[in-house]
């Protein structure tokens, strides 16, 4: 098993799919509005599904290999979609994981072996969020704020433009919020950071936990006590 295994469904082999929400669109309210969450969903991450899939159409080779390792190998990709496919490709994979990343039973806080994480990389649970916060905030224009597993093995957050991924420069995204306007307008409108502080109340622990100890497990079967292994 290699770290982009960690990433793979069946959305991600040609032709792309959209993956069917785990609750209904307005299952996140009042902190994620329905109409935004069907044009989210069904709009917006269409998009770049249908997209990606004619940008891949004249490549029969690129069809074999999974979206996640295109995504993840950009300067490997034909000069004349590469482009095309890091902001769709990007998309998808980025957009995937978002659904996964909020559920309507969220908040909280993590346990076990990424709290215990959270607290040596951070102080506390509260000063990632206040990192985490800002790194959405201060990002200038659309893009995305992450927590991500570094090569090294480190948490780390960060924020990537448009539909880039921290994949894309071999970090492991474990939580991932999307801060382009139509995530949020509808209902926030120009006020990004509440919709940033709302969110945290549909973020869902367990399933960034789970990618967490996934790659602890991963990096362990590499008979290493560092992650570098992974990244190979």
């Given at each position: 098993m290699?770290?982009l295994?960690?990433?793979?469904?069946?959305?991600?082999?040609?032709?792309?799919?959209l993956?069917?929400?785990?609750?209904?669109n307005?299952?996140?309210?009042?902190?994620?509005?329905?109409?935004?969450?069907?044009?989210?969903?069904?709009?917006?991450?269409?998009?770049?599904?249908?997209?990606?899939?004619?940008?891949?159409?004249?490549?029969?080779?690129?069809?074999?290999?999974?979206?996640?390792?295109?995504?993840?190998?950009?300067?490997?990709?034909?000069?004349?979609?590469?482009?095309?496919?890091?902001?769709?490709?990007?998309?998808?994979?980025?957009?995937?994981?978002?659904?996964?990343?909020?559920?309507?039973?969220?908040?909280?806080?993590?346990?076990?072996?990424?709290?215990?994480?959270?607290?040596?990389?951070?102080?506390?649970?509260?000063?990632?969020?206040?990192?985490?916060?800002?790194?959405?905030?201060?990002?200038?224009?659309?893009?995305?704020?992450?927590?991500?597993?570094?090569?090294?093995?480190?948490?780390?957050?960060?924020?990537?433009?448009?539909?880039?991924?921290?994949?894309?420069?071999?970090?492991?995204?474990?939580?991932?919020?999307?801060?382009?306007?139509?995530?949020?307008?509808?209902?926030?409108?120009?006020?990004?950071?509440?919709?940033?502080?709302?969110?945290?109340?549909?973020?869902?622990?367990?399933?960034?936990?789970?990618?967490?100890?996934?790659?602890?497990?991963l990096?362990?079967?590499?008979?290493?006590?560092?992650?570098?292994?992974?990244?190979?």
């Open positions: 290699n770290k295994s960690l990433y793979q469904t069946a959305y991600m082999n040609y032709p792309y799919t993956p069917p929400l785990e609750y209904a307005n299952a996140l309210e009042p902190y994620i509005d329905e109409q935004t969450m069907h044009l989210h969903h069904d709009k917006h991450h269409q998009a770049y599904i249908d997209n990606a899939n004619k940008a891949v159409t004249k490549y029969p080779e690129l069809q074999k290999k999974s979206l996640v390792e295109l995504v993840a190998h950009l300067d490997e990709l034909p000069a004349d979609i590469r482009t095309t496919l890091q902001n769709n490709g990007g998309g998808h994979l980025n957009h995937a994981l978002f659904w996964e990343y909020m559920t309507p039973e969220g908040g909280g806080g993590p346990q076990g072996k990424l709290a215990q994480a959270i607290t040596k990389k951070f102080g506390s649970l509260a000063q990632f969020k206040e990192q985490f916060d800002t790194a959405a905030k201060n990002h200038l224009g659309s893009g995305w704020a992450w927590l991500s597993v570094t090569p090294t093995g480190d948490l780390e957050t960060s924020a990537t433009a448009n539909q880039d991924t921290p994949l894309s420069r071999g970090h492991l995204p474990i939580l991932g919020l999307d801060v382009w306007e139509h995530a949020y307008y509808l209902k926030y409108h120009n006020k990004r950071p509440a919709y940033i502080t709302n969110w945290w109340h549909v973020v869902n622990w367990n399933k960034v936990q789970a990618q967490f100890e996934a790659i602890t497990r990096a362990g079967s590499q008979k290493e006590v560092s992650m570098t292994p992974v990244f190979n």
